[in-house]
């Protein structure tokens, strides 16, 4: 079983919309999580980063964090065609670790 | 910005077959890393590196070896290739474990072992 799980596996949002997008870790040892972005045929990019409890927000992107859960949450709004892609959530493996395990990722369409 | 390459980009070998890709990065980072990406899978960490002469196993290092002969090179090593390695490979770099350890990653290779 994968220790980072994300959900929905697929989400299709009309453009302008808000598109939520879920991540949690059942690994009790995670701490830091970053999210990703894949375009189709790209390598992916690092999108955001959060560590501390509660939400970081840059442009329309918008992230939470809830440590005690370890659930972690991407929001963006007004979405965009540019915005369709694979979203990667990624977990520090343990305190000190340079490993990061990813989760299987959501594929979002924002359809025009 | 960083820089990553991988080649080749594409690579179609023969079961049993020996296969060697390789990663370039320009970024003068300690550590680096070959993932594979499957659907369904997300990215799985086969071996990673923290420097020159090191290599450490991954998640799923069976069937892969790793060699990092110098600060920018990192080369992901299939002896004997078999259907079940066909996939995308990406390698990446990056510095740190800590908050910042963003890890900055080539265009991948696509490989199909037949």
């Known amino acids: 079983q994968q220790k980072v799980q994300q959900s929905p596996e697929s989400l299709i949002v009309p453009e302008g919309g808000m598109a939520s997008l879920n991540c949690t870790s059942s690994d009790r040892n995670v701490d830091y999580f970053w999210w990703y972005r894949q375009h189709s045929g790209k390598s992916p990019k690092m999108l955001m980063?959060?560590?501390?409890?509660g939400e970081k927000e840059e442009g329309r992107f918008t992230v939470h964090l809830n440590k005690a859960s370890l659930h972690t949450s991407l929001h963006i709004r007004d979405s965009q065609p540019s915005d369709s892609a694979l979203y990667l959530c990624?977990?520090?493996?343990?305190?000190?670790?340079?490993?990061?395990?990813f989760g299987s990722g959501t594929q979002l369409t924002v359809m025009p | 910005e960083a820089a990553v390459t991988q080649s080749p980009r594409n690579k179609v070998a023969v079961t049993g077959g020996k296969v060697t890709l390789s990663c370039n990065q320009t970024n003068n980072h300690n550590n680096m890393y070959w993932y594979r990406q499957d659907t369904g899978h997300g990215l799985r960490l086969i071996h990673y590196?923290?420097?020159?002469?090191?290599?450490e196993k991954g998640d799923i290092p069976d069937g892969y070896k790793a060699s990092r002969p110098s600060q920018e090179n990192f080369s992901l090593i299939l002896e004997l290739a078999t259907p079940s390695q066909t996939s995308v490979y990406f390698c990446?770099?990056?510095?740190?474990?800590?908050?910042?350890?963003?890890?900055?990653f080539g265009p991948g290779t696509r490989l199909t072992v037949l």
């Open positions: 590196s923290y420097g020159a002469g090191s290599t």
């Open positions: 990624a977990a520090r493996a343990s305190s000190g670790s340079w490993q990061l395990i």
């Open positions: 980063s959060i560590f501390s409890n």
């Open positions: 990446a770099s990056g510095d740190g474990g800590g908050g910042d350890a963003e890890q900055f």
